[in-house]
């Protein structure tokens, strides 16, 4: 066979893989723009903003936004925080002890989110977390501590140590240090820290279906009602709205190149 | 370490130890009827007949998912590893555009789209490539479509990082020694790659191992996982011990596989070198 017939081959398949994972965001963005009250195409003169319309108009939607963009920032800005600290903490010390740490910090990774969900639910309804704005943030901040971690533990790599020794051998105290030296020079990692784990919270339903019930309402818990009773056109507006705002952080990212960096500090 | 050392990572430690591992611990003491020290619930794991039946099912499905996922992943990696800057910039774009959205509204796009009067069967009957609908969802095909879906990214990011770690300068040497295309493929790239290929397949098996949301949207109710099973058995017929039960047990082998890839992965390094 011809070399040049074969790589074009290959290089068609991958263009068209590359689409298969495009198709579902293109696809929702038109579908929520139908007049009509059920899902369809529309057809291509009859674009209408009434299912838009219609979310703001509705209470069950705007309180759900109101909630999850609260606990989104709650819980980025708890994972964010505590997982600074303590990478800071890990880098200093470069012991056995703190390699060990951070593997255990990486566990609820590998874990099921069924498993997560179970566990927090049994402990949540305990201790009066069930059901409240703080619970929900706390579970998803959970979740977000390994990716943070991964990512602002990247980011101390390339950073020289000298720089904090000679910063603590000048008088300056640990906290100094960490406050004047290391955070000025990690604020790429921390903000890519900081977005992925608002955009976790953001998205997450497994474990919100647990751990919340009726007076905390996300939207993707709205969403995830909205579909099973019955998949209609609000539902793809909503949904492509959070693909929109998804696209917006993604792209805020990239523009300081964050995105691959945030995302590919998501596995071990 | 020092103490001003831990003081700084006390917090998150207390953090995930009283608020993740403690009730991970609880759900462990359930399963067994703390603080009793029974093996009933995992006794009924083996002897259900349902039970059973669902494991058979999740460990196809992730079979499958597993090997269509890392199939199609090498494909884009390979070109994306010697893609041309603009044609890479486009691909990666396409690739971490799904990795932006949720699995839920992924899933929606993918029931819009599958359906029985969804978009793709509307576009096949208009072709006339059909006469009736197909069945694509609410089975097992569509829980395999939106797991693949989810994974290839993932999948992606590994094998690419890994493939770039290949120097070039083996294929050229391997095709300058006059190697066909397709023996330095799979002579010299596809050993080279065999590491990469390990992580992506254990990562991905051991991901679609705890979908939920994905078989539970798509599989519409008949198509079940262990992960919805649990949630059904906990919440609906509120049988506590057989769903924490099957969660250990979900958790022990996914911490389980990823080890024995960790160690296959060293062993493997170790022979090559």
């Known amino acids: 066979m011809n070399p040049d017939f074969t790589s074009y081959f290959w290089k068609t398949v991958s263009l068209v893989i590359a689409f298969f994972l495009a198709a579902p965001a293109i696809v929702i963005i038109p579908v929520s723009l139908t007049p009509s009250n059920y899902i369809e195409m529309p057809g291509v003169s009859d674009f209408s903003l009434r299912h838009y319309h219609e979310l703001l108009k509705d209470n069950r939607w705007t309180t759900a936004a109101w909630d999850s963009l609260r606990i989104a920032l709650l819980s980025s800005f708890l994972a964010t925080s505590l997982s600074l600290v303590a990478s800071i903490g890990i880098w200093r010390s470069q012991s056995k002890w703190s390699a060990a740490i951070q593997s ?71 906290f100094r240090s960490m406050w004047d030296v290391l955070i000025p020079s990690l604020k790429p990692g921390i903000a890519a820290a900081a977005l992925f784990s608002f955009v976790l919270s953001w998205d997450e339903v497994v474990v919100t279906l647990f751990v919340a019930s009726r007076s905390v309402s996300t939207l993707p818990r709205e969403i995830w009602n909205g579909v099973r009773e019955n998949l209609d056109p609000s539902v793809a507006a909503v949904s492509t709205l959070l693909i929109l705002i998804s696209i917006c952080i993604a792209l805020v990212a990239w523009a300081k190149d964050l995105s691959v960096r945030a995302k590919s500090g998501e596995r071990q | ?170 294929m050229q040497a391997s095709r300058s020694l006059g190697g066909r295309r397709i023996d330095t493929l799979s002579k010299v790239f596809l050993p080279l790659s065999a590491t990469g290929v390990l992580q992506a ?73």
């Open chain 1, 104 to 174: 255990a910090l990486l566990v609820p990774l590998i874990i099921p989110q069924i498993a997560t969900a179970l566990a927090l639910y049994s402990i949540w309804v305990q201790t009066g977390l069930y059901d409240t704005l703080i619970g929900v943030a706390i579970a998803h901040a959970i979740l977000a501590v390994p990716f943070c971690i991964v990512t602002i533990s990247s980011s101390l790599s390339n950073l020289d140590p000298r720089l904090d020794k000679a910063a603590l051998s000048l008088g300056a105290s640990h």
């Open chain 2, 201 to 273: 397949v254990t990562l991905t098996f051991v991901f679609s191992l705890g979908f939920y949301v994905t078989p539970a949207l798509l599989g519409g109710g008949r198509t079940v996982m262990l992960s919805e099973y649990v949630s059904v058995s906990v919440l609906q017929t509120l049988r506590w011990g057989l769903g924490t039960a099957i969660c250990i047990v979900l958790a022990v082998l996914c911490i389980g596989l990823v080890l024995l890839s960790q160690r296959a992965i060293k062993r493997w390094n170790g022979a090559v070198a």
């Open chain 2, 1 to 170: 370490m020092t103490r001003s050392q831990f003081a700084y990572i006390l917090p998150v430690l207390l953090f995930l130890v009283l608020l993740y591992f403690l009730p991970m611990f609880k759900i462990v003491g359930i399963s067994l009827e703390f603080p009793d020290f029974d093996l009933k619930h995992y006794v009924k794991l083996y002897e259900s007949n349902a039970v059973r039946r669902i494991a058979w099912t999740t460990f196809v499905i992730c079979t499958a998912t597993t090997i269509i996922t890392v199939f199609l992943s090498y494909i884009l990696a390979y070109d994306l590893r010697f893609a041309s800057p603009g044609r890479q910039k486009f691909m990666f774009m396409l690739v971490l555009l799904p990795l932006w959205t949720s699995a839920l509204i992924r899933c929606v796009a993918w029931l819009i789209l599958l359906r029985q009067n969804g978009l793709v069967n509307e576009a096949l009957m208009f072709v006339g490539a059909i006469d009736t609908p197909l069945e694509l969802v609410r089975n097992k095909i569509g829980v395999i479509v939106g797991m693949v879906h989810f994974l290839v990214p993932f999948a992606v990011l590994t094998l690419y990082a890994s493939f770039r770690d290949i120097d070039e300068r083996l």
